[in-house]
């Protein structure tokens, strides 16, 4: 169900009470030196549409294009990258919810690609569902999958950047967009982090550049597989499409 494939009139003859309009949500950045920078918006626009497909017998699921720029100010001296400030990222999404609800639906998903998107995409949802009285969730793919994706990979517990997960799933749904001749010059990070030196609970900004100044991976693609890739699209739409049949989530006062 991609908003951008229907006409009008079949938008608009769509159960609105029931339909849950899915917003992927991601960034056009550096991913390495061997994959594209679209990756984030590739995999999540499929995660989303393949989550609608496995929802479909349960209630309709609307999928609109992806917001391909998110916050990707980490990146940017990586080259290759367009970001947002947010302000932006926060009016642009407002502006789309707004128009949801215009529209007549009242269920919103706005699903992360990237993990410099989480906090920001918190504190909007809250804003947004405060405001436009919707019932609007946030997650990002590979949080809401974690035990499934840590029972998949092999290096990592989840995804990283550019990483055997990421490469995995880009090597399932776009081969000819990755340069398999620079995995080994791929792997990644080559600096301590801020959990490294001071512990989960601290928080600092850094560029990507001063976690990975080699590569700008966090992980390794030389592990990567399409079969393996697969897996974790198919772990990730399993566990989100379970996520909007959940009735008493969605039905729940706010």
Known sequence: ???????????????KDETIV??????????????????DIVLTSEIARRTAVLTDPHRPVL?????????????????????????????????????????GFGKVLLLNGHGGNIAALGAITNEIGSTLDI????????EHAAERFAAILEDQDTIGHACEGETSMMLALAEG????DKFGQAIGPDNPTVADIAGPAVLRWRSFAARSTVT??????????AGKG???????????????????FWNMSY
């Open 1 to 15: 169900m991609q908003w951008a494939d229907l006409k009008a009139d079949e938008i608009s003859g769509l159960p």
């Open 63 to 103: 999928v609109t294009p992806a917001v391909w720029s998110g916050l990707a100010e980490m990146h940017m001296s990586l080259g290759g990258t367009i970001t947002l400030d947010l302000d932006t990222l926060h009016a642009v999404l407002r502006s789309i919810c707004r128009s949801i609800v215009r529209q």
């Open 216 to 225: 700008g991976t966090l992980g390794n693609p030389t592990r990567a597989s």
């Open 230 to 248: 697969e897996r974790l699209l198919d772990a990730a739409a399993e566990s989100l499409s379970a996520f909007l049949r959940n009735d008493a």
């Open 22 to 39: 899915v917003v992927p949500v991601a960034s056009l950045e550096h991913h390495g030196p061997h994959l594209p920078t679209g990756v």
């Open 135 to 142: 019932a609007i969730a946030t997650t990002s793919y590979w």
């Open 177 to 180: 967009l990755v340069d398999r």
